[in-house]
């Protein structure tokens, strides 16, 4: 059982920048991909960003180029810097992760097997 454990999110201003990071307990992270979704009232979860444990990355098309999605493997930690947030941004986050054993073609169409309590965003003025 892996146990992820969200920090950082809250309250910012439209255009600014914000970091989150997701610590996993248990062994093997570096062969675990990891991923933050959002959720946002009454929508559905969403993918994010993904980093595999190779380190490449994959970005919903509404933060592509805002958004940065990194890892360090010795601190079994996986981090999300926002910048230029949106209202729209404004959601729940929550780090997930997959088994370090998954294979590249079920990270790409399953969801994680692991997830955190979720963190607060709320982009406003």
């Known amino acids: 059982q892996v146990q992820l454990v969200e920090s950082g999110g809250g309250l910012v201003q439209p255009g600014g920048s914000l970091g989150v990071s997701c610590t996993a307990s248990?062994?093997?992270?570096?062969?675990?991909?990891m991923a933050w979704y959002r959720q946002a009232p009454g929508k559905e979860r969403e993918l994010v960003a993904r980093?595999?444990?190779?380190?490449?990355?994959k970005y919903a098309d509404s933060v592509k180029g805002r958004w940065t999605i990194s890892r360090d493997n010795a601190k079994n930690t996986v981090y999300l810097q926002m910048n230029s947030l949106q209202v729209e941004d404004t959601a729940v986050y929550y780090c997930?992760?997959?088994?370090?054993?998954?294979?590249?073609?079920?990270?790409?169409?399953?969801?994680?097997?692991?997830w955190g309590q979720g963190i607060q965003v709320t982009v406003a003025s």
């Open positions: 980093i595999l444990g190779s380190g490449n990355t």
């Open positions: 248990g062994s093997q992270f570096r062969r675990r991909a």
């Open positions: 997930a992760a997959w088994p370090a054993t998954a294979i590249l073609s079920t990270v790409l169409t399953t969801p994680p097997d692991y």
